[in-house]
Every structure is written in structure tokens, then in C-alpha cells.
């Protein structure tokens, strides 16, 4: 191996030595910990040292690292005191995630460290956002991002190097080319000659280095981020490497051909490294010593505190209570007198233009959403006023936009993301469950991020543009969910979607869009999420609904004066309004819920669920939900209408009220 020390003193030198042999040492003793019975799981980066601990060299302390589950060297550059790693690996109170999330799963704001979740990917498009807001901000800071070559075949890898080409985002995306990926080997994963090669597809630099040596990842990466920091654009860094142990402990490595262990054994990072200094005479055998003593003393003082340390309290109250960003979010009145008719979509874009003037920091991203406005117009106008920077038109890739945003909010911004239709949605599915809900409750980290929803049936679009998904969104913690029905409520929830700093997916219908429409306050101002709303008093029934369901039953109540019924819009799904709805059912004593989503699984079931539980002894009939079919939305009007809630709503109305 040959190193190059120019720009290296001596000091340098031995600096980097140091810091290559900390995760060496720390991974040795793991492993003997694991022997013992005291840790249960290990992630070895056991020969791929160099390029983690490069990249913490090379980057400034306040520019963002995206490290995986094998650069420890990263979270040791940045000088992380050792017992806080440990005790995060333990599950102890003093690691980072209160004993929630394990090993490398965290993330840290002090340390600059954005850390991973399980599923290999998404980081990446996280990176992106976070890199879009130092662009946006012009503070010439770079942001890296990990992925193991495995990794790469994920679609998220895709989009986000692609987004990141595009928009001249300042990533250097870290490709740990160890051969493998759990056991199975490269030529299974892909196909081109080098790795490098996949930069072309993307009009992107693309640079492959000796991943195991020290020097030549740190000053490629170093001279990488100035040039960076110059002229923003992403690099596409191949470092060739290999995983002397198998991907966790328990895995072995039976499928590694053993000439294949014995070529790289010889190109141990750490051993030819140190033999290099030897020859050079800039270390001798007794600083080795020394240094080895040192850092395994710090090691060992370090897991003290860590075995010290009592387990997490459990409290379940302070476990439901750290979903959500409690921080109180500003309320905004608006002057009663200032009115404006607007309909259901200028509402939205009003909401959204105000949000857009209130909030410097606010960016929004979204399918064909400058120039062209979007597809239903929300944002038509919004290039001119707020500029390309902040109203951004995005490639086709869902994930990386909605992680993109995460990233936002991670750099300290705020970010509304259009999905072009709430159908589309799927393919941007992981970044919402996994990083924007369950950030918060993993490490502290807001995902102040809302998802605009165009969503519903009755336009005729068939299965792929009608479909009301909410359910899935109500089914996960960490989230809010909204569901205006009309034009004040649209944009009061949605100004309030933006204040609020947790992952908000605000549901719209498009049928509603320019359907209907009212008087709207003219002013910047909130609706409350989680309140209902009484549209209409009665007394013999409940009617609990909320989107669209709300106008079918309008109507319905508008053509039978002789039912007497309290009309419930939920307006918000998750928190839904359960005093408001329990309140009113023990008025009635009967309750129908009605929605525009399908039956099973759909929130109408939680919500009677929780009825019976609750109000047995309040109610006079059965709780009854009136739901779409369990089919996907048909095209053809007839099949459409034959489908929706709506066509069997008076009549299951009527049948109960006469129970
Ligand atoms: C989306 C997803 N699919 C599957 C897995 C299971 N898994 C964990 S690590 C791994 C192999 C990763 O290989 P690579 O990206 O090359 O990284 P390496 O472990 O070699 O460093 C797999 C398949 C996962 N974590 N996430």
C-alpha cells in the first residue's frame, strides 16, 4: 500500500494514527463483551476503519455526516465521550435514544451525526435535504452520506443521487464497496465494470479510492469537500474496501472465499498504516504502546460509567408523551371583519402563500409545482413571488423528496411536500413511517415537514388517482393527520399544519377543490388540529364524519328535515376528537359513522371501537359505519358511485334512526 504524506507533518501523522486505532480497539474489546454475555449484537467495520475515520478528519465539525453500521470512526472523530456510545449500544439512559433505538440508531445535533435507521437507503435523500438547506442558506457547508455498495440497490439510492445531480446538491455520497452485501457478492447486485462508472448515468463526478488507506481517503475526501464548498455539486465516492467479519457477529462468513480473506488481510488499514509509520520513523513500538494503553484506558474508564448506569425508567407516560414535539405551536386570530369568498383551493394556496411570506425557512417541493403551478394550481404564481429556490420542481421520486424534506427540517427549515396525487404516496411510504414519524420518539429529532394529500374519489380517475389512504397514516404514531372540508377549515389546519413542528399529512380532497366554496378569514390564522367541529345540532343521532363524508351528509340531512342529528366533522383524524364525538353520542344515543375510505381497517373501525368501549351504556343501537366497498376505486361512474359511502348512507341512516 503507498501512502502519500504530502501535507502530512508529523503530528498529522500521528494524529490520524490515533484516531484509526480507536475503533479498532473499541471493536475489540465488543467483541469480547459479545463472548462474554454482555452485549447482544455486533455490527464489525473490523478493515474498513479508514474510510469512516477519513471522513471525520476531513470534514468540519459543523458540516452533517450520514454515517451506517459500520463507521464507528465517524462518532469517534467527532470525539462522542465513549461511555455515551456505550451506554447508547446498552440501551442505557445516558446513550441517545432512552433506551429506544439501538447500536448506530441515533442521531445527534451536537455532534452533527445523522444516524440510520434499519432500512438501507433513505439516509440518503435525508443528506439531500440537509445539503439543500446549507445551499439555500449559502453557508458553503458540505454534508456525507454512507451507503454500503448493497445498499445502492435500493431505489432511494437512485433517487437521491439523481435529485442531488439535479439540483447541484454539495453531497458527497460514501459508497463502501466491500464486495458484499449481506452474503450476497457485488456481481449479483450490479452489473457495471467499476462502481464508478454509475456517475456517468447521473452526470455526476465520480472518484474510486483505496478505501483502506488512510491518507488517501482523508485528503480525496478533504480536497473533495473544498472543492465542494466552492461550486456545490455531488461527488460520487467509491471507496473499495472489504469487511474482514461477517455483517453482524452471529452471521459468520463461511461464504467469503478464503484466498479472498487472505488478499485483504494483507491490506489491513490499520497494520499497513502503522507499518508505514514504522519505516518512516515517525512512531517507534513503545509509542504504540503507549497509545494503545491510553486509548484502551479510556475505553475501559468509559464502559464503567456505562455498567453503572440504571437501565431506562419505564414510564409509559413518558413514552406516549415523546411522540409528538409537545412545543406549543403560535396561534394566530384573524380580524373577524376581513373576508374573502374563496374556494376550497384558493384557501390552500392562500394558506400557503401567507406560510410562504410568514416563514423565510419554508420551502416547497413538489412534481411540476413551479412554473407549471401543479397540477391542480396550488402553487400557480408561487415561482414568481417566492423564487426556484424555495418553490422547487422535483424529479419524479417520491422518497428521496419526502426524506428531502426530513433533511430540511434536520438543517433547522421547514418544508410542505405536494404529492402530485395522495395515491403516489406509496412510493415515498418509508420515509414517512420510519424517519418523519419516528424520529422524535428515537432521538429528539422534529420532522417539521407537511405532506399535501390530493386526495378522493368522484372525478372518475380510477384505482390509482381516487384513493383515500388515510387510514394508513391514522395507524402510525409520530404522525398528525388532517382532513379539511371546508375552504376556513383548509386553510386554518393547514397554516396550523406548518406552525406545528410535527410531521402533519394534511389530506385535501379534490373534488372538493373548486366545488365549494365560502367565506375565508383574509388574515394569517390557525385552527386548532385535533378539534372537531358541530356543522349541525340535533338530537336523535350522531353522524361522525369528516372530508367529503361531510357534504354527502349535508345533503342527506338537507332532504330528510325529520332527522334530527348532530353533524360531527372531525377535521382532524390523528388526534381525532374523541370528547366532542363522546359528548354527543351520549346526547343521542346513536351513532353512524360515515366515510369515503373503504370498511375494513378504516378509521370508522377505530372509532367504534372505541364507542362501545366508552359509551355502551349511552347507546340505543349498535354503532354503524357506512363505508366505501372494499374494492379498489372503479373508473366508470356508475361503478364509481356504486362504490362510494355515499350511495348507502340515507338509507343505513334511516334504518337507524328507526332502530
Ligand atoms: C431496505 C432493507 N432491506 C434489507 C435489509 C437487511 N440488510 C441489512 S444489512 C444488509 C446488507 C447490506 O449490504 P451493504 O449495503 O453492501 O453494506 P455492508 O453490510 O456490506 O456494509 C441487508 C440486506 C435492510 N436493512 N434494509
New binding site residues.
Partial sequence: MEFNRAGFDNDALINIYKELLKPRLIEEKMLVLLRQGKIAKWFSGIGQEAIAVGCGLALDADEYILP???NLGVFTTRKIPLHRLFSQWQGKPGGFTKGRDRSFHFGTQEYHIIGMI????PQMGVADGIALGNLLKKNNKVTAVF?????TS?GDFHEAVNVAAVWDLPVIFII?N?G???STPSNEQFRMKQFIDKGIGYGMEAVQVDGNNILETYSTIRSLAESLRKKPHPVLLECLTF?MRG?EEASGTKYVPKELMDEWGKKDPLINYENYLLKEKVIDADMISAFRKEIKQEIEKNLEITFAEENPKVDTVTETGDMYDTTPPKVYIPSPDKKTEKRYLDAITDGMRQAMQQHEDLVIMGQDIAEYGGVFKATAGFVEEFGRGRVRNTPICESAIIGAGFGLSINGMKAIVEMQFADFVTCGFNQIINNLAKSYYRWGQKADVVVRMPTGAGVNAGPFHSQSNEAWFVHTPGLKVVYPAFPSDAKGLLIAAIEDPNPVMYFEHKALYRSIAEEVFDDYYTTEIGQARLVREGNDVTIVTYGFGVHWALETLNKNHDISADLIDLRTLLPWDKECVENSVRKTGRVIILHEDTLIGGVGGEIAAHLSEHCFEDLDAPVIRCASLDTPVPMNVELELNFLAKSRFEEQLKKLVAY
Avoid: A, P
Avoid at 434499519?118 to 437507503?121: D, E, N, P, Q, R
Avoid at 451507503?147 to 445498499?151: E, P, R
Fill in positions: 451506517m453500521h459500520r434499519s432500512h438501507l437507503g451507503s454500503g455498495d448493497g445498499g435500493e463502501e466491500n458484499y452485501g449481506l469487511r455483517h
